[in-house]
Protein backbone atom coordinates (compact mmCIF):
# COMPACT_ATOMS: atom_id res chain seq x y z
CA UNK A 1 0.00 0.00 0.00
CA UNK A 2 2.40 2.46 0.60
CA UNK A 3 4.48 1.94 -2.09
CA UNK A 4 1.44 2.50 -4.45
CA UNK A 5 0.92 5.69 -2.27
CA UNK A 6 4.40 6.67 -3.14
CA UNK A 7 3.98 5.80 -6.67
CA UNK A 8 0.59 7.63 -7.21
CA UNK A 9 2.21 10.60 -5.35
CA UNK A 10 5.29 10.77 -7.73
CA UNK A 11 2.92 10.22 -11.04
CA UNK A 12 0.80 13.30 -9.77
CA UNK A 13 4.60 15.50 -9.30
CA UNK A 14 5.34 14.02 -13.33
CA UNK A 15 2.06 15.21 -14.02
CA UNK A 16 2.20 19.00 -12.47
CA UNK A 17 5.90 18.94 -13.83
CA UNK A 18 4.34 18.20 -17.51
CA UNK A 19 1.50 20.76 -16.83
CA UNK A 20 4.19 23.33 -16.00
CA UNK A 21 6.25 22.74 -18.68
CA UNK A 22 3.49 22.80 -21.46
CA UNK A 23 2.25 26.20 -20.15
CA UNK A 24 5.83 27.33 -20.64
CA UNK A 25 5.74 25.84 -24.28
CA UNK A 26 2.53 27.38 -25.32
CA UNK A 27 3.36 30.67 -23.60
CA UNK A 28 6.63 30.70 -25.81
CA UNK A 29 4.99 29.64 -28.75
CA UNK A 30 2.40 31.76 -29.05
CA UNK A 31 4.67 34.66 -28.40
CA UNK A 32 6.86 33.77 -31.36
CA UNK A 33 3.90 33.07 -32.88
CA UNK A 34 2.76 36.65 -32.36
CA UNK A 35 5.89 38.25 -33.39
CA UNK A 36 6.23 36.45 -36.37
CA UNK A 37 3.12 37.91 -37.67
CA UNK A 38 4.44 41.30 -37.52
CA UNK A 39 3.26 43.46 -40.64
CA UNK A 40 5.86 45.75 -42.15
CA UNK A 41 9.35 44.65 -40.01
CA UNK A 42 11.75 46.59 -41.64
CA UNK A 43 14.15 43.87 -41.90
CA UNK A 44 11.71 40.95 -42.50
CA UNK A 45 13.02 38.11 -44.57
CA UNK A 46 9.38 36.28 -44.77
CA UNK A 47 8.64 39.76 -46.98
CA UNK A 48 10.80 40.15 -49.93
CA UNK A 49 10.65 43.03 -52.41
CA UNK A 50 12.77 41.77 -55.46
CA UNK A 51 13.32 38.63 -57.55
CA UNK A 52 17.06 38.17 -55.30
CA UNK A 53 14.73 38.41 -52.02
CA UNK A 54 12.34 35.87 -53.60
CA UNK A 55 14.94 33.22 -54.47
CA UNK A 56 16.01 33.36 -51.02
CA UNK A 57 12.25 32.86 -49.57
CA UNK A 58 11.71 30.04 -52.17
CA UNK A 59 14.21 28.13 -50.64
CA UNK A 60 13.76 28.89 -47.00
CA UNK A 61 9.71 27.83 -46.92
CA UNK A 62 9.67 24.84 -47.59
CA UNK A 63 12.92 24.31 -45.63
CA UNK A 64 10.98 25.93 -42.76
CA UNK A 65 8.06 23.88 -43.24
CA UNK A 66 9.71 20.27 -43.53
CA UNK A 67 12.11 21.35 -40.49
CA UNK A 68 9.20 22.03 -38.53
CA UNK A 69 7.22 19.00 -39.02
CA UNK A 70 10.51 16.89 -38.88
CA UNK A 71 10.42 18.92 -34.87
CA UNK A 72 7.11 18.35 -34.27
CA UNK A 73 7.15 14.48 -34.76
CA UNK A 74 11.08 14.34 -32.47
CA UNK A 75 9.18 16.20 -29.73
CA UNK A 76 6.15 14.19 -29.90
CA UNK A 77 8.05 11.32 -29.96
CA UNK A 78 10.67 12.31 -27.12
CA UNK A 79 7.73 13.64 -24.71
CA UNK A 80 5.82 9.81 -25.70
CA UNK A 81 9.18 8.23 -24.33
CA UNK A 82 9.35 10.40 -21.70
CA UNK A 83 5.71 9.79 -20.56
CA UNK A 84 5.54 5.97 -21.55
CA UNK A 85 8.58 4.58 -19.89
CA UNK A 86 8.99 7.16 -17.07
CA UNK A 87 10.66 5.54 -14.14
CA UNK A 88 8.14 3.60 -11.91
CA UNK A 89 10.38 1.83 -9.59
CA UNK A 90 10.58 -0.98 -12.21
CA UNK A 91 13.51 -3.45 -12.35
CA UNK A 92 16.20 -2.26 -15.52
CA UNK A 93 15.03 -4.15 -18.74
CA UNK A 94 17.00 -6.69 -20.53
CA UNK A 95 19.51 -4.85 -23.01
CA UNK A 96 19.27 -5.57 -26.50
CA UNK A 97 20.89 -4.57 -29.29
CA UNK A 98 19.57 -2.37 -32.12
CA UNK A 99 17.09 -3.31 -34.91
CA UNK A 100 19.51 -3.33 -38.49
CA UNK A 101 16.47 -2.22 -40.46
CA UNK A 102 15.08 0.24 -38.04
CA UNK A 103 19.16 1.95 -38.22
CA UNK A 104 19.03 2.19 -41.72
CA UNK A 105 15.54 3.40 -42.28
CA UNK A 106 16.68 6.07 -39.59
CA UNK A 107 19.96 7.06 -41.72
CA UNK A 108 18.50 7.07 -45.25
CA UNK A 109 15.62 9.49 -44.17
CA UNK A 110 17.48 12.21 -42.41
CA UNK A 111 20.14 11.94 -45.93
CA UNK A 112 17.33 12.26 -48.32
CA UNK A 113 16.23 15.28 -46.32
CA UNK A 114 19.46 16.72 -46.38
CA UNK A 115 19.96 16.00 -50.10
CA UNK A 116 16.25 17.69 -50.04
CA UNK A 117 17.82 20.70 -49.01
CA UNK A 118 21.36 20.99 -50.43
CA UNK A 119 20.23 20.69 -54.21
CA UNK A 120 17.67 23.74 -54.09
CA UNK A 121 21.07 25.31 -51.85
CA UNK A 122 23.19 25.14 -54.02
CA UNK A 123 21.38 26.19 -57.18
CA UNK A 124 19.78 29.10 -55.39
CA UNK A 125 23.40 30.27 -54.78
CA UNK A 126 25.25 30.11 -57.96
CA UNK A 127 21.87 32.62 -58.89
CA UNK A 128 22.70 34.55 -56.71
CA UNK A 129 25.69 34.40 -57.59
CA UNK A 130 25.26 35.66 -61.21
CA UNK A 131 26.10 39.56 -61.68
CA UNK A 132 26.36 39.10 -65.97
CA UNK A 133 23.18 40.15 -66.59
CA UNK A 134 23.73 43.73 -64.38
CA UNK A 135 23.02 46.48 -65.78
CA UNK A 136 24.33 49.45 -63.79
CA UNK A 137 27.29 49.56 -61.29
CA UNK A 138 27.41 51.45 -57.65
CA UNK A 139 30.46 50.71 -55.57
CA UNK A 140 29.60 50.16 -51.89
CA UNK A 141 32.48 50.79 -49.12
CA UNK A 142 32.02 50.04 -45.30
CA UNK A 143 33.89 52.18 -43.23
CA UNK A 144 33.62 52.43 -39.41
CA UNK A 145 30.70 52.89 -38.88
CA UNK A 146 28.98 53.79 -42.04
CA UNK A 147 28.53 53.02 -46.03
CA UNK A 148 29.69 54.92 -48.45
CA UNK A 149 27.86 54.71 -52.20
CA UNK A 150 29.93 55.63 -54.81
CA UNK A 151 28.26 55.72 -58.19
CA UNK A 152 30.82 56.20 -60.69
CA UNK A 153 30.15 57.88 -64.35
CA UNK A 154 32.42 55.54 -66.81
CA UNK A 155 31.25 52.32 -67.36
CA UNK A 156 28.23 49.84 -67.32
CA UNK A 157 25.40 52.20 -68.91
CA UNK A 158 26.38 55.04 -66.18
CA UNK A 159 25.24 57.31 -69.57
CA UNK A 160 22.36 55.57 -69.77
CA UNK A 161 21.02 56.68 -66.34
CA UNK A 162 22.30 59.80 -66.92
CA UNK A 163 25.24 59.37 -64.61
CA UNK A 164 27.29 61.84 -66.70
CA UNK A 165 29.79 62.35 -63.03
CA UNK A 166 30.54 60.78 -60.35
CA UNK A 167 28.08 60.49 -57.34
CA UNK A 168 29.62 60.31 -53.70
CA UNK A 169 26.80 59.30 -50.97
CA UNK A 170 25.80 57.83 -47.75
CA UNK A 171 23.40 55.96 -45.75
CA UNK A 172 20.90 55.39 -48.73
CA UNK A 173 21.53 53.17 -51.48
CA UNK A 174 19.10 55.10 -54.39
CA UNK A 175 18.80 52.48 -57.32
CA UNK A 176 15.65 52.69 -59.85
CA UNK A 177 12.96 49.35 -60.05
CA UNK A 178 13.23 46.98 -61.77
CA UNK A 179 17.03 47.24 -62.52
CA UNK A 180 20.13 44.62 -61.57
CA UNK A 181 22.59 45.98 -59.79
CA UNK A 182 26.18 45.49 -59.27
CA UNK A 183 27.09 46.23 -56.06
CA UNK A 184 30.99 46.22 -55.65
CA UNK A 185 31.05 45.83 -52.10
CA UNK A 186 34.72 46.33 -50.14
CA UNK A 187 35.93 47.65 -46.72
CA UNK A 188 38.44 50.37 -45.74
CA UNK A 189 39.30 49.65 -42.37
CA UNK A 190 37.51 46.15 -41.13
CA UNK A 191 35.36 43.13 -41.95
CA UNK A 192 31.87 44.33 -42.40
CA UNK A 193 28.47 42.31 -43.84
CA UNK A 194 26.37 44.05 -45.87
CA UNK A 195 22.89 42.70 -45.97
CA UNK A 196 18.97 44.48 -46.96
CA UNK A 197 16.66 41.33 -46.12
CA UNK A 198 14.58 42.63 -48.10
CA UNK A 199 16.40 42.91 -51.44
CA UNK A 200 18.97 40.36 -51.28
CA UNK A 201 21.25 38.15 -49.18
CA UNK A 202 24.72 39.20 -47.03
CA UNK A 203 27.67 39.86 -48.68
CA UNK A 204 30.90 40.63 -46.72
CA UNK A 205 32.81 44.14 -46.88
CA UNK A 206 36.58 42.89 -46.62
CA UNK A 207 39.55 45.18 -46.64
CA UNK A 208 41.32 44.90 -50.23
CA UNK A 209 39.14 42.67 -52.05
CA UNK A 210 35.87 43.42 -53.99
CA UNK A 211 33.16 41.37 -53.64
CA UNK A 212 30.00 41.20 -56.16
CA UNK A 213 26.22 41.35 -55.44
CA UNK A 214 23.26 41.96 -57.04
CA UNK A 215 20.57 44.24 -55.98
CA UNK A 216 16.85 44.97 -57.62
CA UNK A 217 14.15 45.97 -56.29
CA UNK A 218 10.43 45.01 -57.68
CA UNK A 219 8.54 48.57 -56.39
CA UNK A 220 9.50 51.84 -55.10
CA UNK A 221 10.07 52.20 -51.05
CA UNK A 222 12.91 52.29 -48.49
CA UNK A 223 14.15 48.95 -47.46
CA UNK A 224 16.31 48.76 -43.96
CA UNK A 225 19.67 46.87 -43.70
CA UNK A 226 22.23 45.93 -40.76
CA UNK A 227 26.01 45.37 -40.87
CA UNK A 228 26.01 41.80 -39.67
CA UNK A 229 29.46 41.34 -38.95
CA UNK A 230 30.64 42.83 -35.42
CA UNK A 231 33.22 45.65 -36.47
CA UNK A 232 34.12 47.73 -33.62
CA UNK A 233 32.54 49.61 -31.32
CA UNK A 234 29.56 51.50 -32.85
CA UNK A 235 28.86 48.25 -35.04
CA UNK A 236 24.82 48.23 -33.73
CA UNK A 237 24.47 51.56 -35.24
CA UNK A 238 26.09 51.10 -38.36
CA UNK A 239 23.07 50.58 -40.50
CA UNK A 240 22.07 51.21 -44.20
CA UNK A 241 19.01 51.87 -46.26
CA UNK A 242 17.95 51.24 -49.68
CA UNK A 243 15.72 53.35 -51.97
CA UNK A 244 13.87 52.06 -54.68
CA UNK A 245 12.43 54.33 -57.49
CA UNK A 246 10.51 54.59 -60.82
CA UNK A 247 13.36 55.28 -63.98
CA UNK A 248 11.62 58.56 -64.10
CA UNK A 249 11.99 59.40 -60.42
CA UNK A 250 15.29 57.76 -60.20
CA UNK A 251 16.82 60.59 -63.35
CA UNK A 252 15.04 63.62 -61.20
CA UNK A 253 17.38 62.18 -58.03
CA UNK A 254 20.53 61.96 -60.42
CA UNK A 255 19.88 65.15 -61.70
CA UNK A 256 19.45 66.79 -58.45
CA UNK A 257 22.76 65.43 -57.38
CA UNK A 258 24.67 66.53 -59.73
CA UNK A 259 23.31 70.38 -60.37
CA UNK A 260 25.60 72.82 -59.90
CA UNK A 261 26.96 74.32 -56.06
CA UNK A 262 24.69 77.25 -55.44
CA UNK A 263 26.11 79.40 -53.02
CA UNK A 264 23.90 81.17 -50.18
CA UNK A 265 22.79 84.87 -50.55
CA UNK A 266 24.97 86.78 -48.60
CA UNK A 267 24.09 88.55 -45.01
CA UNK A 268 21.50 85.31 -44.63
CA UNK A 269 21.69 82.89 -41.29
CA UNK A 270 22.51 80.08 -44.15
CA UNK A 271 25.98 82.11 -45.44
CA UNK A 272 27.29 82.64 -41.91
CA UNK A 273 26.48 78.40 -41.60
CA UNK A 274 28.34 78.27 -44.75
CA UNK A 275 31.73 80.05 -43.63
CA UNK A 276 31.46 78.09 -40.33
CA UNK A 277 31.00 74.94 -42.31
CA UNK A 278 34.31 75.81 -44.36
CA UNK A 279 36.14 76.40 -41.05
CA UNK A 280 34.98 73.53 -39.10
CA UNK A 281 33.61 70.71 -41.56
CA UNK A 282 35.14 71.14 -45.08
CA UNK A 283 38.95 69.59 -43.54
CA UNK A 284 37.02 66.16 -43.64
CA UNK A 285 33.71 66.76 -45.33
CA UNK A 286 33.33 67.10 -48.76
CA UNK A 287 30.39 69.62 -50.26
CA UNK A 288 30.70 69.43 -54.14
CA UNK A 289 31.48 72.94 -55.81
CA UNK A 290 31.99 74.58 -52.14
CA UNK A 291 34.47 77.00 -52.52
CA UNK A 292 36.86 79.55 -50.62
CA UNK A 293 36.14 83.28 -50.73
CA UNK A 294 38.61 83.57 -53.33
CA UNK A 295 37.04 81.13 -55.97
CA UNK A 296 39.16 78.24 -55.78
CA UNK A 297 37.46 74.90 -54.77
CA UNK A 298 37.68 73.27 -51.37
CA UNK A 299 38.58 69.78 -51.49
CA UNK A 300 38.42 67.48 -48.17
CA UNK A 301 41.54 65.74 -47.02
CA UNK A 302 40.09 63.60 -44.39
CA UNK A 303 42.87 61.55 -44.54
CA UNK A 304 45.10 64.08 -43.38
CA UNK A 305 42.71 64.40 -39.54
CA UNK A 306 41.51 60.72 -39.38
CA UNK A 307 42.69 57.21 -38.94
CA UNK A 308 39.85 56.22 -41.40
CA UNK A 309 41.01 58.29 -43.97
CA UNK A 310 37.54 58.74 -45.11
CA UNK A 311 34.18 60.97 -43.81
CA UNK A 312 30.62 60.84 -45.55
CA UNK A 313 30.33 63.69 -48.49
CA UNK A 314 28.07 65.89 -47.21
CA UNK A 315 26.38 67.25 -50.84
CA UNK A 316 23.04 67.45 -50.74
CA UNK A 317 22.89 66.06 -47.41
CA UNK A 318 19.01 66.71 -46.98
CA UNK A 319 17.85 64.77 -49.97
CA UNK A 320 18.59 61.66 -47.95
CA UNK A 321 16.58 60.91 -44.77
CA UNK A 322 19.42 59.97 -42.26
CA UNK A 323 22.60 60.63 -41.14
CA UNK A 324 25.84 59.41 -38.89
CA UNK A 325 25.79 56.39 -40.57
CA UNK A 326 21.74 55.84 -41.10
CA UNK A 327 21.69 55.63 -37.28
CA UNK A 328 19.15 58.62 -36.67
CA UNK A 329 16.28 59.73 -38.82
CA UNK A 330 16.71 63.65 -40.58
CA UNK A 331 13.10 63.62 -40.65
CA UNK A 332 10.41 63.98 -37.82
CA UNK A 333 8.15 60.81 -36.73
CA UNK A 334 5.06 62.55 -38.37
CA UNK A 335 7.12 63.14 -41.71
CA UNK A 336 9.25 60.15 -41.30
CA UNK A 337 5.65 58.07 -41.87
CA UNK A 338 4.71 60.11 -44.61
CA UNK A 339 7.72 58.91 -46.83
CA UNK A 340 7.93 55.31 -45.32
CA UNK A 341 4.20 54.33 -45.45
CA UNK A 342 3.67 56.01 -49.32
CA UNK A 343 2.34 54.06 -51.88
CA UNK A 344 4.41 52.82 -54.90
CA UNK A 345 2.76 55.49 -56.92
CA UNK A 346 3.22 58.20 -54.23
CA UNK A 347 6.49 57.21 -52.70
CA UNK A 348 8.96 58.84 -55.52
CA UNK A 349 7.06 62.64 -55.04
CA UNK A 350 7.95 62.48 -51.07
CA UNK A 351 11.10 60.74 -50.95
CA UNK A 352 12.31 63.44 -53.55
CA UNK A 353 10.65 66.39 -51.60
CA UNK A 354 13.99 65.87 -49.34
CA UNK A 355 13.77 67.21 -45.86
CA UNK A 356 12.06 70.79 -45.31
CA UNK A 357 12.85 73.03 -42.65
CA UNK A 358 9.06 71.68 -41.00
CA UNK A 359 10.10 68.21 -41.08
CA UNK A 360 13.47 68.45 -40.31
CA UNK A 361 14.96 65.69 -36.80
CA UNK A 362 16.38 68.78 -35.17
CA UNK A 363 16.84 66.98 -31.74
CA UNK A 364 18.89 64.37 -32.82
CA UNK A 365 20.94 66.61 -35.37
CA UNK A 366 21.63 69.38 -32.85
CA UNK A 367 22.36 66.90 -30.36
CA UNK A 368 25.04 64.90 -33.18
CA UNK A 369 26.33 68.80 -33.59
CA UNK A 370 27.10 69.47 -29.97
CA UNK A 371 28.84 66.37 -29.14
CA UNK A 372 28.95 63.57 -31.85
CA UNK A 373 31.01 60.86 -29.80
CA UNK A 374 28.49 61.24 -27.09
CA UNK A 375 26.26 60.33 -29.31
CA UNK A 376 27.94 57.74 -31.28
CA UNK A 377 31.01 56.10 -29.79
CA UNK A 378 33.77 56.45 -32.08
CA UNK A 379 36.67 56.73 -30.11
CA UNK A 380 36.91 60.40 -31.24
CA UNK A 381 38.84 61.27 -27.89
CA UNK A 382 41.69 64.02 -27.99
CA UNK A 383 43.64 62.79 -25.19
CA UNK A 384 43.88 59.83 -27.65
CA UNK A 385 45.78 61.85 -30.06
CA UNK A 386 49.29 61.08 -29.38
CA UNK A 387 48.57 57.47 -29.83
CA UNK A 388 46.79 57.59 -33.21
CA UNK A 389 49.49 60.46 -35.05
CA UNK A 390 47.26 62.92 -34.07
CA UNK A 391 44.30 61.76 -36.44
CA UNK A 392 40.63 61.41 -34.42
CA UNK A 393 38.97 57.75 -34.79
CA UNK A 394 35.41 59.77 -36.13
CA UNK A 395 33.71 63.11 -35.51
CA UNK A 396 34.78 65.03 -32.60
CA UNK A 397 33.46 67.28 -30.63
CA UNK A 398 33.63 70.78 -32.09
CA UNK A 399 31.97 72.60 -29.20
CA UNK A 400 29.97 74.33 -31.06
CA UNK A 401 27.86 77.05 -29.44
CA UNK A 402 23.85 76.88 -30.16
CA UNK A 403 24.30 80.09 -32.31
CA UNK A 404 26.62 78.53 -34.49
CA UNK A 405 24.32 75.45 -34.87
CA UNK A 406 21.46 77.18 -35.83
CA UNK A 407 24.09 79.02 -38.89
CA UNK A 408 25.21 75.23 -40.08
CA UNK A 409 21.48 74.20 -39.70
CA UNK A 410 20.41 76.93 -41.82
CA UNK A 411 23.34 75.99 -44.72
CA UNK A 412 22.37 72.36 -44.82
CA UNK A 413 18.50 72.91 -44.95
CA UNK A 414 19.88 74.42 -48.59
CA UNK A 415 21.69 71.59 -49.38
CA UNK A 416 18.41 70.04 -51.19
Known amino acids: MKKMMNQLGESMKTARRWQNASKTAIAVSALSFLASCAKDAPQDTWQPAGPNAERIDNLQRPVFYVAGIVGVIVFAAVAWVIFRY ?3 GQAIPEQTHGKPALEIVLTVIPVLILLGVAIPTASTIFKLAKTSDTEMTINV ?87 TEFCGLSHAYMRMEAVVLSRADYD ?63 TNLLTRNTFAGASWDLLTPECRKNVWNASSADFGERYLEGVSADCLNQKDLREWLRNAPAKKPMYADPTKLTTTGGKYRGMPALGLTEDQINTIIAYLLERK
Not at 158 to 163: L, N, R, V
Request: aromatic share 8%.
Open 86 to 88: RDR
Open 141 to 227: TGQQWWWEYDYPAAGSNAEQYGITAPIVTSGQLVIPENTKVLLRVTSRDVIHSYWIPKLNGKKDSVPGRVHLLRMEGSKPGIYAGQC
Open 252 to 314: KWVANQLEPYKAPEAGTEAAAGEALFIQQCSRCHQVNGLANPDGSLIISAPDQYLVSGAAPNL
